[in-house]
Nanobody
Framework: QVQLVESGGGLVQAGGSLRLSCAAS????????MGWFRQAPGKEREFVAATRWTGVTAYFAESVKGRFTISRDNAKNTVYLQLNGLKPEDTAVYYC????????????????WGQGTQVTVSS
C-alpha cells in the first residue's frame, strides 16, 4: 500500500522559509514523477513543482520559480520542497503526489496523494 506523508508546514512571516518533506512508502516500480500541489481556500488545487523519481529534471509553476526548489533523497524515499521568499498568496494546503502519468504538471498524472500540510504566510 502506497503512503505519502507530508510534514514541515507551519506559520511563517512573509519573506520567510519552510521546508516540506514527503516520506513515501510502498511505491511501486513505474512511478515517474513526485510532485507538489497546493490548494488555497476557495480555489482549485494547483501545480507547484515536480521532479522525476530518477534523473534531475524539475518543473515549477511560474508563480514559484526562483523561490521554491524541489529535491529528493531516493535512499530515504523522501521528496523535499524548499519554500523561500514566502508570500501571503502562498498560503495553502500543500499536497505531495506520486504518479505514473506523462505530464508532471497535471494532477491527473498522479496516482497517489498525501493528506496535505498547511502552510500559512502572514503579512
Amino acid at each position: 500500500q502506497v503512503q505519502l506523508v507530508e510534514s514541515g508546514g507551519g506559520l511563517v512571516q512573509a519573506g520567510g522559509s519552510l521546508r516540506l518533506s514527503c516520506a513515501a512508502s510502498g511505491l511501486t516500480f513505474g512511478v515517474l514523477f513526485m510532485g507538489w500541489f497546493r490548494q488555497a481556500p476557495g480555489k482549485e488545487r494547483e501545480f507547484v513543482a515536480a521532479t522525476r523519481w530518477t534523473g534531475v529534471t524539475a518543473y515549477f509553476a511560474e508563480s514559484v520559480k526562483g523561490r521554491f526548489t524541489i529535491s529528493r533523497d531516493n535512499a530515504k524515499n523522501t521528496v523535499y520542497l524548499q519554500l523561500n521568499g514566502l508570500k501571503p498568496e502562498d498560503t495553502a494546503v500543500y499536497y505531495c503526489a506520486a504518479g505514473r502519468g506523462s505530464r508532471p504538471t497535471a494532477s491527473a498524472s498522479y496516482n497517489y496523494w498525501g493528506q496535505g500540510t498547511q502552510v500559512t504566510v502572514s503579512s
